[in-house]
């Protein structure tokens, strides 16, 4: 999916620069919602202000969200079908800018509520 043909988020709300579907999961799970703004902040301070200095190779990745493409993996659901489903609001997401992530204890929670 080109970034140009992103989907419309049905029953999306904008908090600040957040936009974010299923609102009352959200709700639900405000510790989550914390985190994804944090991750928010870290992300405006330390990338769109982003200075020269060493790059430090043993650092482990630690990303606290995934890309649409990453969640349809972890779900064994095609790309398309995982597209959709954010768009119906099925998926929790988050959209910054034109980008829409999925935050890693959103997919956790929502997999973990599945099983209870």
């Not at 405006?44 to 650092?59: C, N």
């Not at 997401?93 to 997919?107: E, N, T, Y």
Request: hydrophobic fraction near 40%; aromatic fraction near 4%.
């Amino acid at each position: 999916m080109e970034s140009e043909d992103l989907p419309e988020l049905k029953g999306s709300v904008t908090v600040g620069v957040i936009t974010v579907t299923q609102l009352d999961w959200w709700n639900e799970h405000p510790d989550a919602f914390s985190e994804a703004e944090a991750v928010l902040g870290w992300e405006e301070l330390h990338v769109d202000r982003r200075t020269v200095g060493p790059v430090i190779e043993d650092r482990p990745e630690q990303r606290l969200t995934m890309t649409v493409e990453e969640a349809a993996g972890i779900l064994g659901i095609s790309r398309a079908t995982a597209y959709d489903a954010v768009s119906r609001g099925e998926i929790p997401c988050l959209r910054i800018g034109r980008r829409i992530l999925i935050p890693k204890v959103a997919m956790e929670k929502l997999l973990n509520s599945g099983s209870s």
